[in-house]
């Protein structure tokens, strides 16, 4: 550990005397000396990264389930919105221009309004890897993230993320399939435009909901931002439906690029944390489903939800 603590330091170094990385804060992968295993190390700021024990994403294992079906439907404003599509070089990024009229996102598991501020999008150099959330080990695609934070206690996203109850992450998983929505194809048409590390393009009339399936039944938990510093303040809540993206729009997900024009560097892909140990948290859910047959999935406690969920049946 101290070896590579102290490589990892040496590394660092060399690559801000030769300028390649603008600035420290970005000096983070998904992969070797810089990936999560070590994100709590390359910076104090980050060490809930590697000692925290509420982060995200996390496996959602349905046998543990805790089945609490007063948890109304989640509530995402329709309006259309403008904003910019930016290869951040560690991620695909739709950023609301704070001018548009503001998205809020409330109900299910939230005591709070909370402002829609981005999407990033997570996804696989193959099919079967690419999101952050995985259901019973098993990964998707691609996964869409929604983060908003909370514009009752707080004014911005910045201030909000190290805050309690700041930040809300919306996760849909994402499949393969022969069609998209119109509003996802308003995004993924651009993605051309953007094949490099810093690289944007504006995009008008777009309405967040119009991303989403049905948000009636979903997965909730207290975790993390799953990027650095990895601050234990997002109620997540991952929905019980997933969207479609088609094969030629993966694949021009798989041509961007983590550098700049000048710096390509390597394919910008497989940019997921891998899931976190749960350790003491639990993980909610409204999905009821009827097909079980009988009142056995229910234990002695009657809250612990232990049959196959809904989801499960489109996990192909
Ligand atoms: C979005 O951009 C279009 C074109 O630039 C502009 O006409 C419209 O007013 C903008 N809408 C919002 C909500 O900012
Ligand atoms: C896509 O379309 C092809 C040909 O029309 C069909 O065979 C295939 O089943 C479709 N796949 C999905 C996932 O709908
Ligand atoms: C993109 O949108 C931003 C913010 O609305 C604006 O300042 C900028 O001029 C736009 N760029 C282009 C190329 O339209
Ligand atoms: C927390 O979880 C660990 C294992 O994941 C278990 O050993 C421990 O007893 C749990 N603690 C509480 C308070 O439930």
Redesign the pocket.
């Given at each position: 550990m101290a070896k590579i603590w102290l490589f990892s330091i040496i590394l660092t170094l060399v690559s801000h005397t030769i300028g390649v990385y603008s600035s420290w804060e970005e000096w983070w992968t998904y992969d070797g000396i810089s990936g999560p295993d070590y994100w709590g190390l390359l910076n104090p700021e980050w060490k809930l990264c590697n000692r925290g024990r509420r982060q995200s994403p996390v496996d959602i294992e349905p046998s543990i389930l805790l089945y609490d079906p007063g948890m109304g439907k989640v509530e995402v404003d329709k309006q259309?919105?403008?904003g910019t599509l930016k290869n951040t070089g560690h991620s695909v990024r739709f950023r609301l221009?704070p001018?548009?009229?503001a998205v809020m996102v409330n109900g299910g598991p939230l005591s709070y309004k909370y402002r829609v501020h981005e999407i990033l999008l997570h996804y696989g150099r193959t099919d079967d890897k690419g999101s952050e959330h995985t259901i019973s080990g098993h990964a998707f695609p691609a996964e869409l993230q929604i983060l908003g934070y909370n514009n009752q206690l707080y004014d911005s996203m910045v201030e909000a993320m190290p805050k309690t109850q700041g930040v809300v992450g919306v996760a849909v998983m994402v499949q393969i399939s022969n069609s998209s929505s119109p509003d996802l194809r308003l995004l993924t048409s651009q993605l051309d435009k953007i094949i490099h590390k810093g690289q944007m393009k504006n995009i008008?009339?777009i309405s967040i909901q119009g991303l989403l399936p049905d948000t009636s039944q979903f997965m909730t938990y207290e975790g993390s931002t799953t990027m650095p510093g990895c601050h234990e303040t997002v109620t997540w809540i991952v929905l019980n439906k997933p969207i479609y993206i088609t094969k030629a729009e993966i694949f021009l997900l798989r041509r961007l690029m983590q550098g700049d024009e000048a710096h390509p560097k390597t394919i910008l892909a497989n940019n997921y944390r891998p899931p976190q140990p749960l350790y003491n948290r639990s993980v909610r859910t409204n999905v009821f489903n009827h097909d079980i047959g009988d009142n056995k999935c229910f234990d002695s406690r009657k809250l612990f939800y232990r049959g196959n969920v809904g989801f499960i049946h489109w996990i192909e």
């Open positions: 259309k919105v403008n221009d001018t548009s009229p008008t009339h």
